[in-house]
Nanobody
């Protein structure tokens, strides 16, 4: 099993920046893909960005160029730098990990999830 804990959420004005962090522990050697997902009130959870063990990244089109995902395998941490934030970016952000070579479009491939951190953009 893999445990994930997010941090770094908060409230920010449109155009501002936030950096989310996720520390993970447990059977980390089984991880091939990690991702960030978000869920706004009344909406389904959606993938935002993902990164594989080979450092391949993929982004949701609406955040590409504004968000950057990175992973430090030594420190067991995953980050999401979010710039030029918009009100539509508001939601609870979740860190997730999975054992397959996949990306955020395949939500079911992510077996391990954090509790989430709230991001509010006004």
């Amino acid at each position: 099993h893999v445990q994930l804990v997010e941090s770094g959420g908060g409230s920010v004005q449109a155009g501002g920046s936030l950096k989310l962090s996720c520390t993970y522990s447990g059977y980390t050697s089984f991880i091939d893909c990690m991702g960030w997902f978000r869920q706004a009130p009344g909406k389904e959870r959606e993938g935002v960005a993902s990164i594989n063990n080979d450092a391949h990244t993929r982004y949701k089109s609406s955040v590409e160029g504004r968000f950057a995902i990175s992973r430090d395998k030594v420190k067991h941490s995953l980050s999401l730098q979010m710039n030029s934030l918009k009100p539509d970016d508001t939601g609870t952000y979740y860190c997730a990990a999975g054992p397959f070579y996949t990306d955020f479009r395949d939500v079911t491939d992510f077996a391990h999830w954090g509790q989430g951190t709230q991001v509010t953009v006004s």
